[in-house]
C-alpha cells in the first residue's frame, strides 16, 4: 500500500533562513506522481510542484527547490532565503495507478517563519 | 471558470439533517475528487470520479455519505443524518485527466451543531 510520511509536523525558522521539509514515500508501482501543496492560514490548497517517477531531475523555482531521490525514496523540499508569507502547512503527496491516482497525503509540515 | 467552484463556502446545519455540498470542476477536467479535512487534521480521501468509470468509493467513511457526478462536469457530496464529526472542510479537486495536476477548490466548511 502507498504512504507518505511528513516526519517533521512543525517547524519554526527566522526570516531569511533556509528550510528543508523532508517527505518519503512507499509505493508498488513503477509509474507514480509526487506533489507539493501549500495550504495558508486562508485554506485553500496550492498546488507547488508535481513531478512524475521517470524524471529524477531536481527542479529550481525561484526560492523553492526540489530534490527528488528515488533510492531514498524521498522528494524534499527546500525554502531559500524564506520569508513571513511562506508561514503556512505544507502538503507532500503521492498518486499511482494502485490508488487510481487519487492523491494520499502526508500529515503535513507547519512552517512558521518569524520575522 | 478558471478554477475549481465550490458551494456553499460556509454551511452551518443541526444534527440530523441532510447537506448537500457542489462542485464545479475545472471545464474540460475529466478526474474529480472530493477530500475532507477536519480541523488540525490531515487531508482524507473520500471519492473519485473519472470520466464515465464507476466512481471510487472507498474512502467515504460511512453510508450516510453518497456522491455523483452528473453529465461528467458537476458533482454533488451529500451527507445524511449528519453527526458533530461531520462537521469539517469538504475540498473539491480535479485534473485533466487522472494522474495530471489536480488543483483544488476553495472547500465547503461544514459545521454541524
Known amino acids: 500500500a502507498q504512504k507518505v510520511t511528513q516526519a517533521q509536523t512543525e517547524i519554526s525558522v527566522v526570516e531569511k533562513e533556509d528550510v528543508t521539509l523532508d517527505c518519503v514515500y512507499e509505493?508498488?508501482?513503477?509509474?507514480?506522481?509526487l506533489f507539493w501543496y501549500k495550504q495558508p492560514p486562508s485554506g485553500e490548497l496550492v498546488f507547488l510542484i508535481r513531478?512524475?517517477?521517470?524524471?529524477?531531475q531536481n527542479e529550481i523555482s525561484g526560492r523553492y527547490s526540489w530534490n527528488f531521490q528515488k533510492s531514498t525514496s524521498s522528494f524534499n523540499f527546500t525554502i531559500t532565503a524564506s520569508q513571513v508569507v511562506d508561514s503556512a502547512v505544507y502538503f507532500c503527496?503521492?498518486?499511482?495507478?494502485?490508488?487510481?491516482?487519487?492523491?494520499?497525503f502526508g500529515k503535513g509540515t507547519s512552517l512558521l517563519v518569524t520575522p | 471558470g478558471a478554477g475549481v467552484s465550490q458551494s456553499p463556502s460556509n454551511k452551518v446545519t443541526e444534527k440530523g439533517k441532510d447537506v448537500e455540498l457542489r462542485c464545479d470542476p475545472i471545464?474540460?477536467?475529466?478526474?474529480l475528487y472530493w477530500y475532507r479535512q477536519s480541523l488540525g487534521q490531515g487531508l482524507e480521501f473520500l471519492i473519485y470520479?473519472?470520466?464515465?468509470?464507476?466512481?471510487?468509493k472507498s474512502g467515504l467513511p460511512s453510508d450516510r455519505f453518497s456522491a455523483e457526478r452528473t453529465g461528467g462536469s458537476v458533482s454533488t457530496l451529500t451527507i445524511q443524518r449528519t453527526q458533530q464529526e461531520d462537521s469539517a472542510v469538504y475540498l473539491c479537486?480535479?485534473?485533466?485527466?487522472?494522474?495530471?495536476?489536480?488543483?483544488f477548490g476553495e472547500g465547503s466548511w461544514l459545521t454541524v451543531v
Open positions: 479537486a480535479s485534473s485533466a485527466t487522472a494522474g495530471n495536476t489536480i488543483y
Open positions: 509505493t508498488r508501482d513503477t509509474t507514480y506522481y
Open positions: 513531478r512524475n517517477s521517470f524524471d529524477e
Open positions: 503527496a503521492l498518486s499511482d495507478k494502485d490508488s487510481g491516482y487519487a492523491l494520499n
Open positions: 471545464s474540460g477536467h475529466t478526474a
Open positions: 470520479f473519472q470520466g464515465n468509470s464507476a466512481p471510487d
